[in-house]
């Protein structure tokens, strides 16, 4: 379908493509096995300026938006969803910076991840606060010019790699939701420290650690917002990056579907590939049919944000569990298309399929989601 993309997108679009299909391909099931940070290919990445296409050309960027970082994540995923969460997961720790943050916080923080200089991770969930962001226990006391942090953040994107974190913590515990704020936490701050990286079922390049405050000292400077904006800069964040995950499983499912249908045309059984069989045609036109609804929306809704429009946590919460939901189900009749081949970790697909399941998981529940496109769905006809 014709998407309408502009020049520069499309130019993203096909860059991002070769880099996944030259660089990233050939070494995904490596990465995958040894479970190892794709540090190569983030220097690749940085080398091409994809880093940056979605800053303000203000702070090194190129001045794009949600809908072309959502291009470069998609072609990425279709190589390797683990590999290019290391990019996706620097735009989620950016986004509050970029949202919410002051210039002079911007002019400092900005530049080198648009250079791919500094990765970035962003920090919200811990033991018993997932989807309830709301009980989160890491607290951040002011004293003088700094703020002191202690608590313990749990599965954190690219932790241990990144250089810049983002930070949720309780600042006024009598406040309740409204007593969280953040803050703009440096690797190497005196007081912070990463558990030991966590060994998973899919997205195994990339890095999930804890990060662990005790005494961490942060410069006042690095307030975002003011304090008790926390969740406010977190929800916005949210609103905001969601499209990016249905990017990823979008890919995800778009590089599952690629190799069933190559699968399928070279498979003979009967004396005839199984791709003339009606009970595949069928599979594969409701694979190809779902990624193409998936895609459609998660655009629709990437450009949504990119205008500017308020009130979009509807939208972005239908995108986030439309496209995931579509990943698991296209990654799960990839493995079935291909059957006892499907399921060797020799093909790919079963690495697709593990890959997907965490679409539905980080990022809000898809059943969170649900609650959230209700809520606003009743919320909308309340007011007719």
Known sequence: MDYLLTEQQTMIRDLARRIAVEKIKPVAAHYDETEEFAWPIMKVLAESDLFGIYLPEAYGGLGGGIMDMCLVTEELSRACGGIALGYAGTALGTLPILLHGSDEQKKRFLPDVARGKRLAAFCLTEAEAGSDAGSIKTTARKEGDKYVLNGTKQWITNAGEADIYTVVAITDKARGARGASAFIVEKGAKGMEFGKKEKKMGIRASATREVIFTDCEVPAANLLAREGMGFIVALKTLDTSRPGVAAQAVGIAQ???????????????????????????????????????????????????????????????????????????????????????GYMRDYPVEKYMRDAKITQIYEGTNQIQRNVVAANMIKETLKK
């Open 255 to 341: 590089g599952a579907l690629d190799h069933a249908l190559d699968y399928a045309r070279t498979r003979v059984q009967f004396g005839a590939p199984i791709s003339s069989f009606q009970a595949i045609q069928h599979m594969l036109a409701d694979m190809g049919t779902q990624i193409e609804a998936a895609r459609a929306l998660t655009y629709s809704v990437a450009r949504l944000v990119d205008s500017g429009a308020k009130g979009i946590s509807k939208e972005s919460a239908m995108a986030k569990l439309f496209a995931s939901d579509v990943a698991m189900k296209v990654a799960v009749d990839a493995v079935q298309i291909m059957g006892g081949y």
